[in-house]
């Protein structure tokens, strides 16, 4: 396959300096946006040229609404689970990094990966991201064979639904023998779009110095029958407006190629991590933050956005309505942290600082009492619904049909098995409001018969 460079620098770096704060053309393209049009680089380019704060309060508006209007009020949740943190590279700002002699490094066996999934199951968690550094002990094969670990442990009611995977990129080859073990998504981040510090902050002599190996990582994905791809950007590392446009270029050019573009885009800020002594000028303040994750929000209506728990608590509460689709709880990222984690985070073990610590069932009381629906759904997936296909059920809107009555059913078996007497509470007052919303009366008393199955103990009822 030929690798293709399709970030445009100039014409970014043209973008960026010569579009000036102008109302009338922002009202223009948010009107597009709220009619659920992906947004080019010029008219993304615009949102992110505003400075007044009129103009950012109908930013935070428009991105509010159009996140209600296709997601809902859902929050999908996940569990990050390291398997391995050896790695080739020397990114310099991972605690990771192979010249970094301070890193405990480790990778689970089968015994231990069993029971860190046994413990992740026994706390309510349905959905995992796999998580390697790259090394040829991670090859294609032992991350399918981890894989498959996911899918086959069982405990009680407990059960990993969906595996997303990242790691580094593969060959198609590689791709293939990942997805035939059952994957959801595949993660690459580029980290950097701008290629000067990518050059600078990734040493030409190891893998991931190769910026075009890795920029085509997910187009290699797709041909290797992975249809839902994530991609990524770690802000911090050069100016965030250059990294959004880069975004949604990548974004541009995976609908283009491949007819779909990314099923998810994460958005890390830098954080503290083991041996991380970079000069940061381009650290994102949380005001940027904001408009960020607004900006990719309006620009690329159909993607799901990733925020971590490398953020505060409060930075989630105050980011999560401009258009966060998915986020993760409970965390641990040290290796074997889910069972092993006495004396609480070492960074010496873990890749960076988690900055939301809650467990689980704080984060879904939280969710819940600011009138989120928590939900586990790995329904499309296992339905079939993914890539272009999920497209074609998520334009038209039908997709909450099923995202809402599969969030709610997956609320309650989280409620049954794992939730505590208040988070339990809170959850079915939410339960019973959301049914009333329900429109049609069918589909509501189907949900309502299938909620009381959970209650007399069935589980997975998915539509
Ligand atoms: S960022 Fe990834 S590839 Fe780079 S050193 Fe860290 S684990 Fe390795």
Redo the contacts with the bound molecule.
Sequence with gaps: MMEKDFINDSLIEELLHNTKEDAARVREVLAKSLAKQPLDLEETAVLLAIKSDDLKEELFNAARELKRSVYGNRIVLFAPLYIG?Y?????K??????SLTTTVRKTLSDSELKEELIKLESLGHKRLILVY??SPLYSPEFIAHTVRMCYDTKFGNGEIRRVNINA?PLDVEGYRTVKSAGIGTFQVFQ?TYHKPTYAAM?PAS???GDYLWRLNAMDRAFEGGIDDMGIGALFGLYDWRFEVLGLVSHAIHLKQTCGVGPHTISFPRIQPANGLDLELPYRVSDDDFKHLVAVLRLAVPYTGLIMTARESEAIRSDVMEFGVSQIDAGTKLEIGGYTDNEGGQQLKRE?FQVGDTRDLDSVIHWLLKNDYIPSFCTSCYRMGRTGEHFMEYAIPGFICNFCTPNALLTLAEYLEDYGSVSTKETGYSLIDRELAKIPDERKRELVEKRLALVKEGRRDLHF
């Design positions: 943190n790695c080739i590279n020397d990114c700002y991972c605690g990771f990094r192979k550094g790259e580094a980290e990734h190891t893998r991931k890749q």
